[in-house]
T-cell receptor
Framework: DAGVIQSPRHEVTEMGQEVTLRCKPISGHDYLFWYRQTMMRGLELLIYFNNNVPIDDSGMPEDRFSAKMPNASFSTLKIQPSEPRDSAVYFC???????????FGPGTRLTVT | GEDVEQSLFLSVREGDSSVINCTYTDSSSTYLYWYKQEPGAGLQLLTYIFSNMDMKQDQRLTVLLNKKDKHLSLRIADTQTGDSAIYFCAEGYNQGGKLIFGQGTELSVKP
């Protein structure tokens, strides 16, 4: 398996624009996680899904953020409108749910100017 | 509540042993993990230990768990410059779901 795939790897956008980050989990994994990492806040869990259903979205910072998982092989994290403080590296991870192991993607580095 | 704490920085000389420490608060956690993050990359699972074990060794890595004190450590023997990275500890549960991560310890290995 290719591992968790994220796209794009880098995104630079202007304040106010919509940003969509994409993730393809490892096939057969029932859990999918979205994280954000910044120098100031470290690694933060934004939301996670189990069998395509959002289980815990308490980490989503505000209504500008939304995440979907329309099927077992695809998820999106959308920011609309984007702000400079959203600049961070966004990671997607998936897990088979056994032993809680999580496998991380390479991340998307988002810069909002 | 759930909380995982780590010191933020550790600096060692090449060839020395490194010990990275972690404390956690939730005694119901089933597994404890160590992840490594190299610059510009995602987190990579290094090793994990069941909560009913007190030690696990894997080549240069030794994980020690003191369940009474809720203290976890990762020892890296013969530390190399390639070990320079951020190390995260995390706790998890048998039924899956989310992991609780510490804030990461940045290990710097000097030649």
């Amino acid at each position: 398996d290719a591992g968790v795939i994220q796209s794009p790897r880098h995104e630079v956008t202007e304040m106010g624009q919509e940003v969509t980050l994409r993730c393809k989990p490892i096939s057969g994994h029932d859990y999918l996680f979205w994280y954000r990492q910044t120098m100031m806040r470290g690694l933060e869990l934004l939301i996670y899904f189990n069998n395509n259903v959002p289980i815990d979205d308490s980490g989503m910072p505000e209504d500008r953020f939304s995440a979907k998982m329309p099927n077992a092989s695809f998820s999106t994290l959308k920011i609309q409108p984007s702000e400079p403080r959203d600049s961070a590296v966004y990671f997607c991870a998936s897990s088979p749910g056994l032993a809680g192991l999580e496998y991380f993607g390479p991340g998307t580095r988002l810069t909002v100017t | 509540g759930e909380d995982v704490e780590q010191s933020l920085f550790l600096s060692v000389r090449e060839g020395d042993s490194s010990v990275i420490n972690c404390t956690y608060t939730d005694s119901s956690s089933t597994y404890l993990y160590w992840y490594k993050q190299e610059p510009g990359a995602g987190l990579q699972l290094l090793t994990y230990i069941f909560s009913n074990m007190d030690m696990k060794q894997d080549q240069r890595l030794t994980v020690l768990l003191n369940k009474k004190d809720k203290h976890l450590s990762l020892r890296i023997a013969d530390t190399q410059t390639g070990d320079s990275a951020i190390y995260f500890c995390a706790e998890g549960y048998n039924q899956g779901g989310k992991l609780i991560f510490g804030q990461g310890t940045e290990l710097s290995v000097k030649p």
